[in-house]
């Protein structure tokens, strides 16, 4: 494509994004679900040219930026407050949601093992962007904000890795020589597949702790804006860039790197000025990947786009509220677990999470670019993609827009919500949940 042309749609989509988040503001929805609205609307109406959503554009282009904003921003003393639910829904309990799911849809749907294990890690990131937006628009406690922005974070790096290692597998199991040796042959698969996970999610972190170490002491022998943003665009995709070549889990390692630049380099070797410039600097890229990512998802999600299964309309139906409905129970499995094990104490809660924050972080999972770009990713030769991409399709377009344009509905009818001193085993809760100076929040402000 002519750079003249990409230019031009560049401008077009930044046009149309600006005017769809005004009235978003107005009609007091979340930006991200009046854009993905708007883009089925152009799709389905044929006002763009035919155009399919290029993964590598949301792997290299909007996800490090995404992600090492994410974690830049996220405040590390309530990460630590809130580390025991972080860690059981993105870690034990994201595993036992995947074998769920697997599971499910290898019995209801006919999948293979190594395919279903395939989509259940497509379907395993969440995407909080919106529910987060409503949260800052309706001043919620922003303890749940961190850690309903937490899972997401360490569920993408998460979910990335075993995406990688059942995409081997599945590879390897249908090789021309994968079956030469009979059934034996397949025992050292999943040896290898554990060996493939604790090699890239293990290789990254490591990869991120030297990389972000290393560039937080540049920053202590540097005073000057323009290039301590710089070292932090070097940290966003230099960093995913390296990963990827290693074949490690560029997600994880940019994660790792952006919390330890974010809080340890951002205190130590900055100045006020300087992290104002670079705040505002990610604020900024963080605002505008997100509005073209949510306009080019909704664009990609137009029902009549997506592959119809042999058999007709019927199959691809059943088939969509088969993979809705098993996220969905895997979610709320998920949610009881985390809201009765005794391990996940917090003073002051007697062992147990709220009510109304179980509500929320079940429907408050919602799947985005992130499982989107994942599936399209998937080779053409693989068999079974066209139900991969129709399942994850019908998720995502769900969640987004049922869950999504639902949620200000829940968080309204939940007064306990808004009253963050109401829990007293964690005292006063601080004014925003990013490491930024508390200001006057923007109602839409990602």
Not at 280 to 309: C, E, K, M, R, Y
Not at 376 to 405: E, K, M, N, W, Y
Request: proline share 7%.
């Amino acid at each position: 494509m002519a750079i003249p042309l990409v230019e031009s749609y560049l401008v077009l989509f930044l046009l149309v994004a600006l005017a769809t988040i005004l009235v978003a503001r107005w009609m007091a929805i979340p930006y991200t679900l009046g854009l993905v609205i708007v883009g089925l609307l152009l799709s389905m109406f044929h006002l763009l040219p035919p155009w399919q959503l290029d993964p590598e554009l949301v792997l290299f282009v909007f996800l490090p930026a995404l992600l090492f904003e994410g974690a830049w921003s996220l405040n590390w003393q309530l990460l630590k407050r809130e580390w025991r639910s972080i860690f059981f829904l993105a870690g034990p309990g994201l595993l036992l949601s995947l074998c769920l799911i697997a599971a499910l849809l290898h019995w209801l749907e006919g999948l293979d093992w190594g395919n279903a294990f395939l989509l259940a890690a497509i379907l395993s990131p969440t995407d909080p962007v919106a529910v987060l937006s409503l949260f800052r628009q309706l001043h919620l406690d922003e303890r749940l904000a961190v850690i309903i922005e937490g899972e997401s974070l360490f569920n993408d790096g998460v979910a990335g890795a075993l995406y990688q290692v059942f995409l081997a597998i599945v590879l390897l199991a249908s090789s021309p020589s994968a079956g030469s040796d009979g059934p034996a042959s397949a025992l050292p698969v999943p040896l290898m597949g554990l060996l493939l996970l604790l090699l890239q999610g293990g290789g990254a972190a490591l990869l991120g702790l030297l990389g972000g170490w290393l560039l937080c002491q540049v920053l202590r022998h540097i005073d000057d804006a323009l290039s301590e943003v710089s070292i932090t665009i070097i940290a966003a995709y230099g960093l995913y860039l390296l990963a990827d070549r290693l074949h490690l889990s560029a997600i994880i390692t940019v994660i790792v790197a952006g919390l330890l630049v974010g809080n340890y380099g951002r205190q130590f070797g900055m100045s006020a000025s300087t992290r104002a410039a670079v705040d505002t600097f990610w604020s900024v890229v963080a605002f505008i990947a997100n509005a073209l990512l949510f306009l080019l998802v909704g664009v990609q999600l137009n029902p009549l786009a997506l592959p119809s299964l042999p058999g007709g309309t019927v199959p691809s139906l059943v088939n969509a509220a088969l993979a809705i409905g098993v996220v969905l129970l895997a979610r709320l499995l998920l949610v009881l677990l985390l809201a009765t094990r005794l391990w996940l104490t917090i003073p002051g809660r007697q062992g147990k999470l709220p009510l109304a924050w179980q509500l929320v972080i079940f429907w408050g999972g919602l799947r985005g670019a992130l499982s989107l770009a994942l599936a399209l990713a998937l080779p053409l030769a693989l068999p079974q993609r066209p139900l991969i991409l129709a399942s994850t399709g019908a998720v995502v377009l769900f969640t987004l827009l049922v869950q999504g344009l639902s949620m200000r509905w829940l968080l309204l009818r939940l007064p306990s919500l808004h009253d963050s001193s109401a829990d007293p085993g964690l005292g006063p809760s601080s004014p925003t949940t990013s490491n930024q100076p508390a200001a006057e929040p923007a109602p839409e402000d990602p």
